[in-house]
């Protein structure tokens, strides 16, 4: 089985602060990644995708590592909005779609 | 657009009863999905679905079947619960099995 791989957390980080996660993977054939957010109770949302190059939307920036096999997320001056479950996407290139990670919580403290 | 639906949004089972948790979506996509989510466990796939008429298995399909008769619906059907069903069920929609998935907002489900 192909696994996604995340540090649980809790992360506790001050308002304003950097923090940055990590996940590795297993499949070295995955073509596409993702990072989706998930609050508490909610359905997971898209957050953004990955690509080779990296990409950055605002605060957020996601990078793809392949030869060490791993893709960070970075949140920058971090918000109290921010706090919710991150969860790490890949995929493995089947048509039985995305394997996700078990997520990293990120709580924000004013 | 109201994306992709779900109903009931929650739902209490004895052992061995049956049911259908249902899923739609107004986005005219292909491929459809349900995962079950746990805690400490993630999300896993259950079944999914690349079009009207063709289903397959995911992850964890032991105690479930699905339908797919149209590209709007796809039903997850248990066919008797059991305690170790109880979770919370997402049903998923994206353009292809490779694109951004959108999820409906869930339903919980306790099997007693």
């Known amino acids: 089985r192909k696994e996604v791989e995340q540090d649980p957390g809790p992360f506790n980080v001050p308002e304003g602060a950097t923090v940055a996660f990590n996940c590795t993977y297993s499949?070295?054939?995955?073509?596409?990644f993702f990072w989706y957010r998930q609050d508490c109770r909610k359905e997971p949302k898209l957050l953004m995708s990955?690509?080779?190059s990296g990409n950055e939307d605002g605060r957020f920036t996601a990078q793809l590592n392949r030869a060490s096999q791993y893709i960070s997320l970075l949140i920058r001056d971090s918000k109290l909005s921010d706090s919710a479950t991150y969860l790490c996407v890949g995929l493995g290139g089947g048509a039985d779609g995305l394997t996700f990670g078990k997520g990293t919580h990120l709580i924000i403290q004013p | 657009n109201a994306g992709v639906t779900q109903t009931p949004k929650f739902q209490v089972l004895k052992t061995g009863q049956s049911m259908t948790l249902q899923c739609a979506q107004d986005?005219?996509?292909?491929?459809m999905s349900w995962y079950r989510q746990d805690p400490g466990m993630g999300l896993r796939l259950i079944h999914y679905?690349?079009?009207?008429?063709?289903?397959d298995q995911g992850e964890v399909p032991n105690g479930y079947n699905v339908s797919r008769s149209t590209t709007e619906d796809f039903p997850l059907r248990l066919l008797s619960a059991a305690p170790s069903q109880t979770s919370v069920y997402f049903c998923?929609?994206?353009?292809?099995?490779?694109?951004?998935?959108?999820f409906g907002p869930g339903t919980r489900l306790t099997v007693l």
């Open positions: 998923a929609s994206g353009q292809g099995a490779t694109n951004e998935q959108f």
């Open positions: 499949n070295s054939a995955s073509q596409s």
């Open positions: 990955v690509y080779s």
């Open positions: 679905s690349v079009g009207a008429g063709i289903t």
């Open positions: 986005m005219n996509h292909e491929y």
